[in-house]
């Protein structure tokens, strides 16, 4: 079975940081695209940032300069880091992944628990 296990969540006050990690276990063979996504209260996940396999990335609108999608393959981690936070960034964020496992030769998707980020003064 495969697992993605996020840490780092919490409450922090506007204008301040945090850094998200998820960490992929089991039996994998590789990791095509991984990412973040969002649901705060009352609306529907969105997707926060991604990134391929080879390093490409994109991101929300909303989080353009402030977040960073980073991973280590060898790890089969992926980080996002979050700095000059918003209120509106209040949401349970959760790690997303196209995980290939054996014996098969394409991804099936995988999320995370979540965890939870808030940012109140």
């Known amino acids: 079975q495969v697992q993605l296990v996020e840490s780092g969540g919490g409450l922090v006050q506007p204008g301040g940081s945090l850094r998200l990690s998820c960490a992929a276990s089991?039996?994998?063979?590789?990791?095509?695209?991984m990412g973040w996504y969002r649901q705060a209260p009352g609306k529907q996940r969105e997707l926060v940032a991604r990134?391929?396999?080879?390093?490409?990335?994109n991101y929300a609108d909303s989080v353009k300069g402030r977040f960073t999608i980073s991973r280590d393959n060898a790890k089969n981690a992926v980080y996002l880091q979050m700095t000059s936070l918003k209120p509106e960034d209040t949401a349970v964020y959760y790690c997303?992944?196209?995980?290939?496992?054996?014996?098969?030769?394409?991804?099936?998707?995988?999320w995370g628990q979540g965890t939870q980020v808030t940012v109140s003064s």
């Open positions: 997303n992944a196209d995980i290939v496992r054996p014996p098969l030769v394409v991804g099936t998707e995988y």
């Open positions: 089991g039996r994998i063979v590789s990791i095509n695209a």
């Open positions: 990134t391929t396999s080879v390093g490409s990335t």
